[in-house]
């Protein structure tokens, strides 16, 4: 069996700045999962796959098919969006808690940013048809979903306005 597998089964992480939590617990704190009660947040751990990158991994890359959801266990990430011709830019940044890549997920669209492991950092990834079938088990997943992308949304053109 795999070790990371087996973590997952028990409900352990072993982060290097964390203490150990159990998957229920860090996914009942994913405003995504919010919604979901103790039963289904302990199904749910079961369908995740933990990754672990090194610094400067591209986790996923702009333009690229989407094919998990991925929510951050551990470490710092950097959401860049590629400006030709010039650096990069770092949109944002991800740690413990937040989720990533859904989007890719439902409407099947390209990936909009790439994210980058800026330190040595875990995942949990869920795959493209168990995400979706956890969103139709559970719609008010749905708004909670519309509600980051909307944060996102207004975040991103407060940060073009800055740098215009």
Known sequence: MNPDSLWARIGIFRGAHQKPI??????????LFR?????????L??????????PGHVIVAENETGDALHI????????????????PLIISSLGPGQFFCETALVGDYPRAASIVAAEASTCLALGRERFQEELAAHPAMAVAMVVEVSR??????????ANA
């Not at 159990?22 to 405003?31: F, N, R, T, Y």
């Not at 919604?35 to 199904?43: G, I, N, T, V, Y």
């Not at 751990?45 to 090194?54: G, I, P, S």
């Open 35 to 43: 919604s979901l009660d103790q039963k289904q947040l302990a199904q």
């Open 72 to 87: 951050v266990e551990s470490g710092l990430l950097h959401v860049c969006r590629s400006r030709p011709g010039r650096e």
């Open 152 to 161: 996102r949304l207004r975040d991103t053109l407060d940060l073009l306005d």
């Open 45 to 54: 751990a079961l369908r995740m796959e933990t990754r672990r990158y090194e």
């Open 22 to 31: 159990s998957i229920e617990k860090l996914l009942a704190q994913v405003g």
